[in-house]
């Protein structure tokens, strides 16, 4: 059992009460596969019980419940949904400085997987909820707390199903989600992104196929040779520079602090084979990062290929993460890539996810960015892409606007976002403080006018 130190005693009730339930969900293990999501729900649920608050429970399988509630304003404006999943990675516990399933607090850190995604956000969601029931604020719009599954791994359990089945539950105007707003630091410069836009998934399967026979004799149409010189091909093409609504307004605001050409930012994110023309202001991290931001990429992560050392098997295939931008469907993103492509090479599309993209010219959006400077004063606030892909996708189809806007103060030169999904994830409490209070400052305003 780990023990609050001193330093952290002073946190108001807001605080206290967020790391209680942040360290309540890490000890209950949500890995997905299997996800076991049910155990976070019955915790959630028993929180609410004691509050009186009603909700409702769904499982579409045994074990991987979602669980939705909703405080009821006058109407005068649309609902505000606060989402968020309560699956994790599973974690090799061998290989963490502290158990990732005990939540220790040991030097001002909360330690466990989940620390960052994403059960610190809801926490939050759910500690900001109970102070709107308990301080009954008088609110215009409806706010929805819904907390699901299988967000990891997407297999139909979680928000992608109830979208589908039960969208009245959590039908909404906005809805804030994970990723975004946490620090990233340039230099002696804080930058926090706001996630109005995120890629589309475009996963493939390529297969090459040859006659097998005995591996003595080499062969020219060898399927394992043809399939690495493919792989190798794609992995090297260069597509070319595409600049979303997001992504301009992004670039033009990060090459303003740091103090160089726009174009000149864009050069240096282009080619990552280059050598990085700004490493003390662009650090490597943060140009892969941009380098995914400005274009559809193609990354080979898996290969299959052979049943023995001295059999040429017959086929042989490799799994491709694609990730199209706003404006590419998965037909478009196919076309950006077909200079890459052997036309000897089999292609599968097994996952396709459209891009998104939510307009950020609103009062929550300003409201948010407001929220960051007033909480971190000289820090820039940009709309962002997000690279990767979220349960975002799947309220699209209701019409819900979905901000990635999940607070964390980091401190320059301390581990911050990159430990997601990576051994000793862990949160700082100090950012802990400053993000569930920024949270709060954003949802108390926005849902009673007070913007």
């Known amino acids: 059992m780990s023990v609050l130190r001193s330093s952290i005693m002073n946190y108001d009730a807001l605080t206290t009460e967020t790391l209680r339930h942040l360290q309540a969900l890490i000890r209950l293990d949500t890995s997905n596969p299997p996800g076991n999501e049910s155990l976070a729900v019955a915790y959630i649920a028993s929180v609410l019980d004691a509050e009186d608050i009603p909700y409702t429970v769904l499982e579409r399988r045994p074990g991987r419940g979602n669980i939705i509630a909703r405080l009821t304003g006058d109407g005068s404006a649309a ?12 974690a090799e516990t061998d290989a963490w400085t502290h158990p990732p399933f005990a939540a220790e607090i040991v030097e001002d850190h909360l330690w466990g ?14 500690a900001v909820f109970l102070r709107l029931h308990r301080e009954r604020v008088p609110l215009r719009r409806d706010v929805i707390l819904a907390l699901t599954a299988d967000e990891e791994i997407a297999e139909g359990n979680g928000i992608d199903w109830l979208a589908a089945t039960h969208p009245d539950l959590i039908r909404a105007e906005y809805a804030i989600n994970e990723l975004g707003a946490t620090t990233v630091w340039y230099g002696d410069k804080p930058v926090y ?58 670039v033009n605001g990060l090459a303003a602090v740091l103090g160089i050409e726009y174009k000149e930012l864009i050069t ?32 080979p992560t898996e290969l299959h290929a052979g049943y023995k050392t001295n059999v040429i098997p017959s086929s042989a295939s490799a799994v491709i993460d694609g990730r199209s931008l706003p404006g590419f469907d998965t037909a478009a993103w196919l076309d950006a890539f077909r200079p890459a ?43 962002m892409l997000m690279t990767g892909a979220t349960d975002a996708k ?6 819900v606007n979905v901000y990635g806007f999940s607070p964390i103060r ?25 993000g569930v209070h920024a949270l709060w400052n954003v949802v108390s305003m926005f849902t009673t006018g007070g913007v």
């Open 193 to 250: 992104g706001i996630q109005v836009a995120e890629k589309g998934c475009v996963w493939l399967r390529l297969t090459r196929r040859g006659a097998p026979g005995h591996a003595s004799i080499p062969r020219a149409d060898n399927p394992v040779l043809a399939l690495a010189e493919q792989v190798a091909r794609l992995a090297r093409f260069l597509p070319e520079t595409t600049l979303t609504r997001t992504t301009e307004q992004y």
């Open 394 to 399: 799947y309220l699209a189809p209701l019409g």
């Open 113 to 126: 997987r989940g620390a960052l995604d994403m059960k610190f956000m809801d926490a939050y969601e759910l």
């Open 268 to 299: 240096a994110a282009h080619d990552l084979s280059m050598p990085n023309p700004f490493p003390d202001l662009l650090p490597e991290m943060q140009r892969q990062t941009l380098h995914a931001q400005l274009h559809n990429t193609a990354v």
């Open 341 to 383: 492509l052997d036309p000897n090479t089999e292609v599968e599309v097994f996952i396709a996810a459209q891009p998104l993209e939510v307009p950020h010219d609103n009062a929550l959006y300003r409201l948010m960015e407001r929220t960051l400077t007033q909480a971190h004063p000289g820090a820039s606030v940009l709309p």
């Open 410 to 434: 980091f401190e320059r030169g301390a581990p911050g976002a990159e430990l997601i999904h990576s051994h000793d994830e862990r949160i700082p409490l100090a950012g802990l403080d400053f």
């Open 79 to 90: 609902p505000l949904l606060l989402m968020g999943h309560t699956d994790v990675v599973p």
